[in-house]
């Protein structure tokens, strides 16, 4: 019913922002289920990997996973992070903040550091970012332990490359059970 929804509306593009399925390490069919779903979206469509994606007794490897399916979208990717021009003028970026078992998110300085060349050579197109943990916390989140523990560690790394960039104009995150819209500088920050 959703995805009809989705095709009535004629949208340009479809995020998917992470916890698409649980535990796929132990039992890849409810992922194989969720992108036979997802292909009967009349608009491109990609997705960010939240911690539920990830988990399982054995951590999944994100890439084996979950890279082939990047790639029928067209995302060349060898890392769990991708971006993309899903129509003229506007810059997608899927950042990866999952780690398996935990409810923490990750950014790491390899992922910062693709993050600022990506920006710099996308130049002059809407840009809007999407993670699964917030990188902005909201209220209760931004408030330390025990909130703190459902947030992009690095948030505040990432933020400082974000702002950085006069092209990027909303960040979109899931994860939290929690919508909040704010704006840090420029960046619209929406949690949902």
Request: aromatic letters at 10%.
């Amino acid at each position: 019913d959703c995805i009809k929804t989705l095709n009535n509306d004629k949208l340009d593009f479809v995020i998917f922002g992470g916890d698409q399925v649980e535990s796929p390490g132990v039992d890849d069919v409810n992922w194989q289920l969720f992108i036979d779903v997802a292909q009967v979206l009349n608009c491109p469509w990609s997705f960010v990997l939240g911690e539920s994606d990830v988990s399982g007794n054995v951590p999944v490897n994100k890439m084996k996973t979950f890279g082939p399916d990047w790639k029928g979208k067209g995302i060349e990717t060898d890392k769990p992070y991708w971006s993309q021009n899903p129509m003229p003028n506007v810059h997608l970026i899927g950042l990866d903040t999952s780690r398996p078992n935990t409810t923490t998110g990750d950014i790491s300085q390899e992922q910062l550091d693709w993050l600022k060349n990506d920006l710099t050579s996308s130049q002059g197109k809407f840009t809007i970012v999407f993670s699964h943990h917030p990188l902005l916390p909201p209220p209760p989140f931004d408030t330390g332990p025990p909130w703190d523990e459902y947030i992009a560690s690095q948030g505040d790394s990432a933020r400082e490359v974000l702002n950085r960039s006069k092209d990027v104009r909303l960040a979109v995150s899931g994860h939290l059970h929690v919508s909040k819209i704010q704006r840090e500088r420029d960046i619209w920050y929406v949690s949902s």
